[in-house]
């Protein structure tokens, strides 16, 4: 399967006490974490292209720009949906959006790039044996 644009992914949650802005320290008050729904929105685009890589292959966030325009309570229902608007040599770009059970909680885009898990994975641990320059 190739990556193409119009692609799509879901992933959704229930706010409960461990996914509010006062749980994650980006608030004093028990709503859904901007923290948290920017994770979902990543694993609705995540979602998206896993079937479609390869064996070995993966994908990582690059950029997320969002804004959270409406407070979720506890005990409600949240979910993010993602869509493929661009696919440049291994940068896919998402248009992503988050409901809660009355409407549109969050909005914006999003950028992943493909990788190969095992050169990642083995760039990133040859980090711990760099000293401080």
Do not use: C
């Not at 920017?38 to 966030?61: D, F």
């Not at 325009?69 to 040599?89: D, H, Q, W």
């Not at 940068?91 to 009355?102: G, I, L, M, N």
């Amino acid at each position: 399967m190739e990556i193409a644009v119009g692609m799509k992914g879901r992933a959704e949650a229930v706010v409960d006490n461990s996914n509010t802005a006062e749980a994650v320290g980006s608030g004093g008050v028990k709503v859904f974490g901007t923290p948290f729904m920017i994770a979902l929105m990543e694993q609705a685009a995540w979602s998206s292209l896993q079937e479609a890589l390869g064996q070995g292959k993966g994908s990582v966030g690059t950029r997320v720009d969002v804004v959270h325009m409406s407070a979720t309570p506890v005990g409600m229902r949240v979910y993010a949906e993602s869509e493929v608007i661009a696919v440049e040599g291994k940068k896919v770009t998402f248009r992503v959006a988050a409901y809660d059970e009355v409407g549109e909680i969050g909005s914006g885009q999003h950028d992943r790039a493909i990788i190969d898990m095992a050169r990642f994975m083995e760039r990133t641990s040859a980090k711990l044996g760099r000293e401080k320059e």
